[in-house]
């Protein structure tokens, strides 16, 4: 064989094919129906809770957006499958974090208000 035979000698990359995963795309529907039901439950909540309820609706939101991103952060990110320490590990400086910020902007509005 000649050098110049070589370089017009070159194979086609082989691309396969591989058959779906149906176990995989029916859990993301799964998890797209029920982010999708949380939804629809906000929408429901946000347009028929009187406006005399405000601070229940918007305790509401509030358990639903945690909901939602719990279920979010647990599917997409894996967090549900990891190991129980890991998962612990992150949840507990985020409970406090949220409990701090909860407590600051409670003490922000009573001093505000004159009340500390």
Not at 15 to 28: E, N, Q, R
Not at 84 to 107: G, N, Q, R
Request: charged share 15%; proline share 4%; glycine share 2%.
């Amino acid at each position: 064989m000649k050098f110049n035979d070589m370089a017009h000698h070159h194979t086609e990359p082989q691309i396969t094919v591989l058959p779906p995963d149906t176990a995989k795309i029916k859990k993301l529907w799964m998890t797209a129906l029920i982010l999708l039901v949380i939804t629809v439950l906000e929408f429901i909540v946000a347009f028929t809770i009187p406006h005399e309820y405000k601070d229940l609706r918007v305790w509401i939101f509030i358990t639903m957006t945690i909901v939602k991103a719990a279920y979010i952060v647990g599917e997409f990110m894996h967090l549900r499958y990891e190991a129980k320490f890991l998962l612990w590990s992150i949840l507990v400086p985020i409970i406090f974090i949220v409990w701090m910020l909860v407590a600051f902007i409670y003490e922000g509005v009573a001093m505000a208000d004159g009340k500390l």
